[in-house]
T-cell receptor, first 118, second 112 residues
Framework: SAVISQKPSRDICQRGTSLTIQCQVD?????MFWYRQQPGQSLTLIAT?????????ESGFVIDKFPISRPNLTFSTLTVSNMSPEDSSIYLC???????????????FGPGTRLLVL | GQNIDQPTEMTATEGAIVQINCTYQ??????LFWYQQHAGEAPTFLSY????GLEEKGRFSSFLSRSKGYSYLLLKELQMKDSASYLC?????????????FGTGTQLKVEL
């Protein structure tokens, strides 16, 4: 499986500010995703980060609030813009693993970024 | 719709067997994944079913019935370290690639 790192691991931010989260993978991957996991909740897909083109956002998420970059096949960023306390959450990136030994569609997750907005 | 339902929490005894159910009401799911997530950690892949039937991997087994929109994860010989949240997720094939839709997760507590 791919080794995925995220920075920062956690942060405390003031409302109205923005935070950019980085996701780095140790190998080239086609599919990268960004999720949000609010306290005690399951994972909600924010968007699919597409290399070389605009991200594909899920219903309820918009580019102005969650701009995403994907400059190459190993790196992506998610920005949480104009933050409010409701944005306090864990943000996780994931990649789809590609190998004959694993089922198609299997995703591997980064360690997450714990964000608290005051 | 793409609703995936799981019990919110379950409690079981060390050494016992527990079955965590997952029901889904959707068209377009092309497989069912199970993930384990310990508190404060990222989800990790446990198992996958694309065809009806049982898939066994050591102490963990997963079952799928596509006609009934039903899956379960079976954990045998429970250990304290199995205390975690268990998430089922449906695989959706789209024009842009695969994506997963997660259920609400089942928090399993293993007791002595």
């Amino acid at each position: 499986s791919a080794v995925i790192s995220q920075k920062p691991s956690r942060d405390i931010c003031q409302r109205g500010t923005s935070l950019t989260i980085q996701c780095q993978v140790d190998s080239q991957v086609t599919m990268m995703f960004w999720y949000r996991q609010q306290p005690g909740q399951s994972l909600t897909l924010i968007a699919t980060a597409n290399q070389g083109s605009e991200a594909t956002y899920e219903s309820g998420f918009v580019i102005d609030k969650f701009p995403i970059s994907r400059p190459n096949l190993t790196f992506s960023t998610l920005t949480v813009s104009n933050m409010s306390p409701e944005d306090s959450s864990i943000y996780l990136c994931s990649v789809e693993g590609i190998a004959v030994s694993i089922p198609g569609g299997t995703q591997y997750f980064g360690p997450g970024t714990r964000l608290l907005v005051l | 719709g793409q609703n995936i339902d799981q019990p919110t929490e379950m409690t079981a005894t060390e050494g016992a067997i527990v079955q965590i159910n997952c029901t889904y009401q959707t068209s377009g799911f092309n497989g069912l994944f199970w993930y384990q997530q310990h508190a404060g950690e990222a989800p990790t892949f446990l198992s996958y079913n694309v065809l009806d039937g049982l898939e066994e991997k050591g102490r963990f087994s997963s079952f799928l019935s596509r006609s009934k929109g039903y899956s379960y994860l079976l954990l045998k010989e429970l250990q304290m370290k199995d205390s975690a949240s268990y998430l089922c997720a449906g695989l959706i094939l789209t024009g842009g690639g695969n994506k997963l839709t997660f259920g609400t997760g089942t928090q399993l507590k293993v007791e002595l």
